[in-house]
C-alpha cells in the first residue's frame, strides 16, 4: 500500500484531534457515533447505509461505498473523500443513518456534530457541496419533498466562508417554508478547522406554536424557527414530532454551487471530516 504524503497527514492529524460528544450538563445522550475503527475500515453498516444513485439536485457525482470515498480514518473520525478519475468522473459519498429520532413531547432533544473540511484553499473547491443534515423519515415509506420534512445543520458550498441551516417542509413551490428556498441563514466560517454544529428542539412549552428549532455553530445561536412562525401544525410536526435521520454527503456540482472547474481537486484536501454524530436529550 502506497500513502501519499497528504493521506499520512490526514491519517495523522485525525488521531491527533478525533474529539468525542462531550457531556452536557442536564442532557443525557441518547445515541452516538464516534466511528472507531482501523484506517480503510467501512463505517457500521448496522447504524450507515452508503447510499448509491442519487442526483437531486443536478449534481454529477457517483456515490459510492468505496474506501477510497468513503472510510474510517483509524483514528476515531469519519472521512468523506471526493475522488477525480483520469477519465474527469466524479465520485463522492453519502451515508444515512438507519436510525431515526423523534424530538420528544415536553423535553429538548439535541441534534450535534463535529465536523472539519480538507485543507485545500477555497479556489480549488468549485463545485463541492458538503452537508450534514436530516430527513423525516416519513420519506422512506414513500412521502415526498419537502411535505417529509428537512433540516440542515450546516451546508456549504464551493469552499466558501459561510455556512447554512436550514429548514424545509410543506408543498413545492413556495409554501410556508417557502420553497425551494427554505427557512434558512447563513453563518461566517472562516476556517475548515473543527466546529461543532448543533440543531435543538425545544418541546418544553408543550405548545406546538411556541415550539423552538434553533442552530448553534459552536455553542452560538445563528438561526431559529418556530412553529408560530411556520404556522401550521401538521407541517410544524413533519420538522419538530417526528422521526428524522441523519446524512452526511458531499455532492459535487448541481443547482446550487455550479459544477467543477478545472481548478478544482479531489482527495483529503476536499474531504469532509466527522468526528461524531450524537443526539442528547434533557
Ligand atoms: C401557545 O403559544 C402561542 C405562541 O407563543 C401563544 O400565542 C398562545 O397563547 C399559546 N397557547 C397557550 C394555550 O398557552
Known sequence: MRFTTSAILAILSALGSAVTPPSIDGYSI???EEFWGGAGDSVSSSNWDAVLGINTNNDIQTYTDSNSN??????????????????????????????SWTPAAGKTTRAQGN??????????????????????????????????GELDLMETVNGLPTAYGTAHCGTYPGGVCNEPTGKGNAVALNDYDWHTWSMEW????????????????????????????????AIWGTLAHSPM??????????????????????????????????????
Open 115 to 148: 465536523i472539519r473540511f480538507g485543507s485545500n484553499s477555497q479556489s480549488t473547491k468549485q463545485g463541492m457541496w458538503p452537508a450534514f443534515w436530516m430527513l423525516g423519515d416519513s420519506i422512506r415509506s414513500g412521502t415526498g419533498w419537502p411535505m417529509c
Open 245 to 282: 435521520y441523519f446524512i452526511l454527503n458531499i455532492a459535487i456540482g448541481g443547482d446550487w454551487p455550479g459544477n467543477p472547474n478545472d481548478a478544482t481537486v479531489g482527495g483529503y484536501g476536499a474531504m469532509m471530516e466527522v468526528a461524531y454524530v450524537a443526539v442528547y436529550q434533557k
Open 70 to 99: 468513503v472510510q474510517i480514518s483509524g483514528g476515531g473520525t469519519l472521512q468523506l473523500v471526493p475522488q477525480k478519475s483520469d477519465a474527469g468522473i466524479w465520485t463522492s459519498a453519502r451515508l444515512e443513518s438507519t436510525g
Open 202 to 233: 425545544d418541546r418544553t412549552s408543550n405548545n406546538w406554536s411556541s415550539e423552538t428549532i434553533t442552530w448553534y455553530l459552536d455553542g452560538n445561536q445563528f438561526h431559529q424557527i418556530t412553529g408560530s412562525g411556520v404556522g401550521d401544525e
Open 30 to 32: 441518547v445515541w452516538k
